[in-house]
């Protein structure tokens, strides 16, 4: 069974600083990773997709990677914000199964 | 962009009585979409999987009487939470899967339904 581990759970920095959340997965059999941004209440936002066949994505600030083999990805936040405060989820699309596993999220704070 | 939504964004019901939530692909046609629930400071968690023209796929553990779902067109899936519970109080957000093109596998989720049972 899938297991999907994100660490920490929460996190709090001074603005301007680069930080990095990780996000572990138990079985490389998966098709994609992809990390997200969830305001409090509010849906999904998708930040990166990796596919499997991937090292990593960059988009502006946010540089996620992807190691398949040993199960790991993290997502590099560059010059934090305080607008990046934010819970961010990893989650994995199963091989077969199609479906999407998540982790429990890091929430951030970032403090002006 | 692919973008997904979800009617209403917040319902409040009385014990026994049933809802429902939509949740429409607005600019592509999904085959399959997902409904998923979250409750205060957890994770997503898949309830069941929804095939356009054919019946659901429910996850272990996850009622089909008391969930049904339709997914009656390929732009349209419906959840029915019948006779809700206190307990079924939660935050409902559904996903679309985009079969074509280059976003091919990568599921758009909806804004969310938050559910109140009183």
């Known amino acids: 069974k899938q297991e999907v581990t994100q660490i920490p759970a929460a996190l709090s920095v001074p603005e301007g600083e680069n930080l990095v959340l990780n996000c572990s997965f138990t079985?490389?059999?998966?098709?994609?990773l992809q990390w997200f941004r969830q305001d409090p209440g509010k849906g999904l936002t998708s930040l990166l997709l990796i596919q499997s066949s991937q090292r990593e994505q960059t988009s502006g600030r946010l540089n996620a990677s992807l190691d398949k083999s040993s199960g790991r990805s993290t997502l590099y936040i560059a010059a934090s914000q305080p607008g990046d405060s934010a819970t961010y989820l990893c989650a994995v699309m199963i091989q077969g199964a199609q479906k999407l596993v998540f982790g429990q999220g890091t929430r951030l704070t970032i403090n002006p | 962009g692919a973008v997904v939504s979800q009617h209403p964004s917040r319902v409040i019901c009385k014990s026994g009585t049933s809802v429902k939530i939509e949740c429409r692909s607005l600019?592509?046609?999904?085959?399959?979409m997902f409904w998923y629930r979250q409750f205060p400071k957890q994770s997503l968690m898949l309830m069941a999987t929804?095939?356009?023209?054919?019946?659901?796929?429910?996850e272990q553990g996850v009622e089909k009487d008391k969930f049904l779902i339709n997914h009656a067109s390929l732009t349209l899936s419906t959840l029915t939470v019948t006779s809700a519970h206190p307990e079924d109080s939660s935050f409902y957000i559904c996903?679309?899967?985009?079969?074509?093109?280059?976003?091919?596998?990568?599921?758009?989720f909806g804004p969310g339904t938050r559910l109140t049972v009183l």
């Open positions: 600019d592509f046609q999904a085959t399959t």
């Open positions: 079985d490389s059999a998966i098709y994609n």
């Open positions: 929804s095939n356009e023209g054919s019946k659901a796929t429910y």
């Open positions: 996903s679309a899967r985009d079969l074509v093109g280059a976003s091919y596998n990568e599921q758009f």
